[in-house]
């Protein structure tokens, strides 16, 4: 009898110290929440997006095939001594290029904080180029023409690319390089917020739509 009443004791204090520990210190438990700021929020967003001073997406190389026929050649270069017959010339390229984001660019009204609503607006894409070189030059000279000597032919190489950058824009929507671009950029910026406390559904991230047609030339000429 002594036996069971000890064991019933026992039980009763044990059950007891587990109400009071689960559910009478319960009441002095305190619950962490982080509590978002917009204010402090959008500057940190946006000191995070200055110290990038240009953000890196995607590299490509672009190649492209340029022909003169007579008729620009001399428009290019001059006539010559004699023009008796025609020239031609098919000059082969390939540019290395990358995308980026001029985070310069960048200012207070590319973000708006709303409640836990985020909407970023990064600056458009744009592309510089980092290598360049002629892969081939293809000659077409008549008879009674003189061949082209090295100053007639750099001027026809910068002038094929030129025309290479002019046609860089096409190249980068045809391509799908802009549209990579623009959701590596994304992905980048979710992840930064979302380690601010904001879930990826309320992030908005977009971009000016503006197109950058001109080539930044990065190599020294």
């Known amino acids: 009898m002594n036996k069971n009443w000890q064991i019933g004791l026992c039980l009763v204090l ?34 995070f997006s200055r110290s990038q001073s240009k953000i890196y997406t995607e590299t490509f190389h672009a190649k492209q095939s340029v022909n003169f026929d007579d008729k620009t050649i001399t428009k290019i270069i001059g006539a010559g001594p004699f023009t008796i017959g025609e020239r031609s010339i098919n000059i082969r390229y390939i540019a290395h290029l990358k995308a980026y984001i001029d985070m310069s660019k960048f200012t207070n009204k590319c973000v708006s904080i709303n409640g836990d609503k985020v909407t970023v607006r990064l600056p458009s894409i744009e592309i510089e180029k980092t290598g360049f070189k002629v892969e081939e030059i293809v000659k077409n000279i008549d008879l009674l023409r003189f061949d082209f000597n090295e100053q007639e032919l750099n001027k026809l190489i910068s002038a094929g690319e030129n025309d290479l950058s002019d046609n860089l824009k096409r190249y980068f929507l045809d391509n799908d390089v ?18 601010l406390g904001y879930d990826e559904e309320n992030i908005d991230v977009d971009f000016d739509r503006t197109i950058i047609e001109s080539v930044k030339n990065t190599l020294a000429r």
């Open 14 to 47: 044990v059950l007891g110290l587990v109400t009071y520990f689960f559910v009478g210190n319960s009441t002095n438990r305190s619950i962490n929440i982080v509590q978002k700021n917009p204010t402090t929020d959008k500057q940190s967003i946006i000191a």
């Open 178 to 195: 802009l549209n990579r671009s623009r959701e590596e950029a994304k992905d980048f910026f979710v992840d930064f917020i979302v380690s």
